[in-house]
């Protein structure tokens, strides 16, 4: 078989160019690759075909699409390239030198790479296949064929050879009723016991074999599976093993994605199911989504279990942006025709989404009420012939009445009554699919006894409970423990609830995110809730060093840049160190397309670019969190930290760390969820241009009597502010109310923020540059370039990069000399993929994740831009943005934002912070001087944005030193 052969050119064409980034692209995605292009003419090739009904497994193992019924039309894929805009390209498809019936067509299907092309044979050629009778013997694979492609390009007008494949045709109805005849099987076995359904589809897989329908064949095993999966017995689960052990060769090969996909999605979720295996069960998946991305199909299926799988883990946020992804490929093509995506399960994936909105602690009511029409929907599209889905969905409904307040009993007794119905009808009563039966009645009394807890019905919340907390299932085990804790703190048994939380919490941890090989943010989510229930009881036990110690357990589990860094420095092997490159060079190809990307665009192709730059985000944060020969970090420093706060459902908990080391309560608020949420709103909906100072005093009371520190007012005063509390803008609390006159907490103290995982590096006494300023990089920050005058007069000794001087180049290779480092310039924050966050130079955007390869040595980064601070909220004491990176990467102390910055606002708070470091203030006195000066000039919603952040160290790691007095080299 030949694939990538061509037919004759057309003279007096002008072929169309093709840049030499697919290559990489086409890799990534897994195609197969076409040969080198010339200089000449680049290569344009098909890589696989699609509309073809099975395939012919040839001599050498490779497959060649076979072609059934002639009356269908045939397609051909093509990998392309971002940097070519291909929304004018049409195809015309070639029959054995025919054209098809349509003459060229544009693409039918259309991923961020693929485009696939279709077209019909014409009916009087395939008349005249019947002339070869030789060629379509019994014994034959077939007639076979060239289908080869025409590119038009309708824009340009020019045209150009798309390569050939090879084909078979064998006129045949055989597989059509081999299909109905499993359609039959299932319709009439699917809810009898396994020992009569198998031997039925093993029947059926001997004719597939006999009438050689390889593809149908394997479909059929993995029906095969999903029944065996789904009796759950373990001898079932053993048969199951060794049908996925033994799954032919050439599965995954150019012809057979599609069954492909779908085998490995099925394995995937027999990993799932049958063994907590997530890390297993998520390759599979990235094999059926890549699969899936080969012919340009919506990857819904598999995106839709990783989703899954990554919200078990924590990282809600992050399922939920992957699922909303996945579900936008379901747009239909052109618009207005029909969904891409089966609607049922279109259906499922909503209402899976909205289920994370119920995972998510920090839902607010509207979202609650639309969650509750997503899971009615995905209701009213289960399919009637999977109870248990249907179940499922039911008690989605019931945990949502849980979290709305409402009587749960009513959809309980619904779900009950389908999981009734699953019950088989011998004399055991055993359930259809044990395994997953099971997992969903212990989530049903899992409802149930959070319930009670809910209603203060304690001891029939330990009953239920208890049994649920002892099972095998990590993540029912998990809550199921929490829910015991919390009816034993109901009940006065202070101790037992917190030996269950400790039990919760060792649940959670069998799950964490390095089972998948990975490391994800903990999000807020259950656990999240379970750390700070646990720390609360050890408070009210009158242990407030171990609930502060459960908090600094939650900042241990962060991802940390630095820790990556000196584990890929470190004693690594060989195919380890190979990895980190391949690392390293992936990345730096994504970058290349993503900034591709920036120049005008058609509406056809700014849809193809978006789709593209979803994935390629998406495997961006893949390779980040890979961490090749390295374990999770094991330390969470946190010297120099005075405070950690967290929240409740119902109260904010303020520790505090006295000068003795001691730790004590400082102060305990009851503070609903809600009324929090909605301060923060409120506060959110005022920044950065708000004047009305009052609103903001009253929005912000409730915060302020929760978190100010204790009276008097220290000089300088760090906090780790745990889950919703990072949103908190602390230097603008007001301190009416505790003694204090009518101000603001960042006019009277140095407030600084500990980020997570962040630990001061030795920035020792190496001769340096004094300090580096990169100065409006994008020449529109007016302002910054009237006070970059005032900066060089202040620090004679500085590097100055202005305009289009700060390059990336220049400006990476100056941050890891510079003891001072700052930044005036455009920041950009994207909240889909938070890594990606930015500042701008000269000739694009500097983005976060290269940053994290830097080695800074500076004792102190300003990041005067706008949402160079912003970051979603974690459980942990936080991340902050670009900001926060640099203290994580061993800087002491970094400036951000965590909101747009009016331009005035940023020069006056730099000129009075630069004159008060000139005059030998630390950084933090020297950030209370500068929203002194602010305060004074602009009303307090236009500069409550700022924050100080720091790195966990001893007090020596705080600046001594203004930049004029180190050397310059």
Partial sequence: MRVGASVPRRPGRRPLQRSAGVAALVLMLGATACAPPSPTEPALAPTTTKGHQEVVVLADGSLAPLILDTSRSFGLCYPTDPSVDTSTWTLEIHFDGEPAQEGPRAATERSDVVLCFKGTPTASWAEGLEEKEE?????????????CGRLIDQFSQTERNAGCVQAFVRPDDTLEALKTKRREILQTSWDRPIDELLPKLDGLASELEQHRFPQLRVNVEMTAVHFLSRDGSQASLEEAQRRLDHLPPWLGQPFSEHTAATAFYQKAMFLRDSGARPAESWAALKQAE????????????AAHAMAQIVAAAGAVNEAQERLRSALAECAPLPPGTDSRCNPALEANARGTLAWMSLLDGSSRK???????????????SSDDWDPLEVANRRLDLAYLSLRLGQDVDAPLKAADEVLERNTAGDQDGAPQDGARHLHLARWRDLIEGLAAVRDHRSARAVE???PLAEGDDPLIAAWAASCIGRADRQMGRGQAAADSFRRALARHELLLDWEMGRKLPLGLDQRADDFSRAARIEVELGRPDVAWQLLQRLDRLSITEAARRRCRQGDLSPEDRDRWQELDREAAEIYTTLSSFAGPASLDRRQDQERLSRDLKARLRELWRQWPGCEAPTHAPDEGLDYRAFALDDEILLLRRAEDGQIQLARRTPVGRAELLDALEQLGAMTPLGTDEQAWRRAAAPLATALLPETPLPTTVTYALHGALQAVPMVALPLDG????ADWLGRRAGVALLTAGAFARDTGSAAREAALFVVDPTGNLTAARRQSAELESLFPRARVLKGAEATREQVLARLSQAEWIHFDTHGSFDPAMPELSSLMLAEGPLHWLQLTGLAPEARFVNLSGCQTGRWPVTADSGAYGIAGLFTRLGTPWAVGSR?????RVAASLNQAFYRAIREGQSPAEAFR???????????VPQWAGWMLLRAAGPPTSSLNSSPQRSPRP
Avoid: H, M
Avoid at 366 to 380: D, I, S, V, Y
Avoid at 929 to 939: N, R
């Fill in 464 to 466: 239920l409970c208890t």
């Fill in 366 to 380: 509207p979202e609650l009420q639309a969650a509750e029409r997503f899971l009615t929907e995905a209701l009213g």
């Fill in 899 to 903: 909101v747009d910055l009016p331009d």
């Fill in 738 to 741: 505790i003694g204090e006159p």
């Fill in 929 to 939: 001087t500068g929203i002194l000066k602010v305060s004074a000039e602009f009303p």
């Fill in 290 to 301: 890549a699969l899936y991305g080969r012919i340009a199909r919506p990857r819904l299926y």
């Fill in 135 to 147: 060629a379509l013997a019994s014994e034959s694979p077939g007639v076979e064929i060239s289908v």
